[in-house]
C-alpha cells in the first residue's frame, strides 16, 4: 500500500477512459472524477474475491481492478475505488491520501479522499458518486441540486463522535441527507490497510449492493434484488425474477459475476 505507482492500473484506466493526462488544475481533476464514475460502486467482486469468508481477505490491487472492471464491468468498494484513484491522482504529480469516515452503524467504515491542489484540500468520494471535487471547508446550502454533496459543519448525530471534521451530506428529494463524518486527518498507511481488511467482514458483505451514476444524471441502486433510481426518474421496483441480467443490463457489470456472488451468499434472487 502507498506503494510505488501502479503504471499499469494507470495505463488500463487512460487506455479505456483517456483522461489522467488532462489539464492539471481543478477542472482537470473534475474531469478525472467524472471518468472515474463510469466504474461502479459494488461488493461482488469483494465477495467473489474473499469467497464470502471461505478465504483470508486480500484487498484487490489498483491493476487488478482496472483488469476485472476492462473484462467483466465490475469496480469495487470504497476502499479498493479509493486507492485506484489515489493512483490516477498521483500520476498528475498531485499528494493524494485516503481520509476515513464515521457513520452511524461503524466507526472508520468509510474511506475517500484527500487531494491537495494549489496549496488548498479537497475530497474525493467515489463510494458516494460525489460528482466534483469538495473543498475541505464548510459549504454553502445555495443552489444545491438533487445528488450533489456538501461538506457542512458538523452536528451533533447520535453515535458518531465529534472528530473536529466536517459531514457530508447529499442532497435528495426529500431534503438533505447526512452520510458520514470525516476523521481529523488523513490515514496512515497502516491504518488504511488494516481498515480495508477489517472491511471485509462488515455486515455490508453479507448482501449484493450496486451504485452507480446514469449517463443521463439519475443515480442507480440495488440492495440485493431492490433497485430504486433517483433523479429525473424515480423507481422502486423489485427485480428478483430477473436479477442477473437486470444488474448487466443497468450496471454494465457481467451477469455470470453476479451469479456467482449470490450463490456464495446463498441468495437465489427469490427473497422478500
Known amino acids: 500500500m502507498f506503494g510505488p505507482l501502479d503504471h499499469r492500473a494507470v495505463a488500463l484506466f487512460e487506455e479505456r477512459y483517456g483522461v489522467v493526462r488532462a489539464e492539471r488544475g481543478l477542472d482537470g481533476l473534475a474531469d ?15 465477495i467473489i474475491a474473499w469467497r464470502a469468508g471461505a478465504l483470508p481477505p486480500t484487498p484487490r490491487r489498483p ?3 482496472m483488469e476485472d472492471h476492462a473484462a467483466l464491468g465490475t469496480g469495487g468498494t470504497c476502499f479498493s475505488l479509493t486507492e485506484l484513484l489515489r493512483q490516477l491522482v498521483a500520476s498528475r504529480g498531485l499528494e493524494a491520501r485516503p481520509v476515513m469516515a464515521h457513520m452511524k452503524h461503524g466507526l ?6 484527500q487531494v491537495e491542489l494549489h496549496g488548498r484540500p479537497y475530497l474525493l468520494d467515489p463510494g458516494y458518486l460525489v460528482g466534483r471535487p ?32 466536517l459531514d457530508l451530506f447529499t442532497m435528495e428529494p426529500e431534503g438533505p441527507r ?34 452507480r451514476r446514469a449517463e443521463d444524471g ?14 429525473a426518474r424515480r423507481v422502486n421496483e423489485n427485480v428478483r425474477a430477473t436479477l442477473d441480467a437486470t444488474v448487466e443490463r443497468l450496471f454494465g457489470i457481467d451477469a455470470h459475476v453476479v451469479a456467482a456472488a449470490r450463490e456464495l451468499l446463498g441468495r437465489d434472487g427469490q427473497g422478500g
Open 218 to 231: 439519475d443515480r442507480l441502486y440495488l440492495h440485493d434484488h431492490k433497485l430504486r433510481i433517483r433523479g
Open 134 to 165: 469538495l473543498p475541505l471547508e464548510p459549504g454553502s446550502e445555495a443552489d444545491w441540486r438533487p445528488g450533489e454533496g456538501r461538506l457542512l459543519a458538523g452536528g451533533a448525530i447520535p453515535g458518531v463522535p465529534d472528530t473536529g471534521g
Open 178 to 211: 447526512w452520510r458520514y463524518r470525516l476523521g481529523a486527518r488523513p490515514a496512515r498507511p497502516v491504518e488504511f490497510e488494516r481498515r480495508w481488511l477489517e472491511s471485509f467482514r462488515l455486515p455490508g458483505m453479507r448482501s449484493l449492493v450496486v451504485t
Open 108 to 113: 472508520d467504515i468509510h474511506c475517500a479522499l
Open 63 to 65: 491493476d487488478r481492478v
Open 32 to 46: 478525472l472524477v467524472q471518468g472515474f464514475s463510469r466504474l461502479p460502486y459494488e461488493n461482488l467482486s469483494k
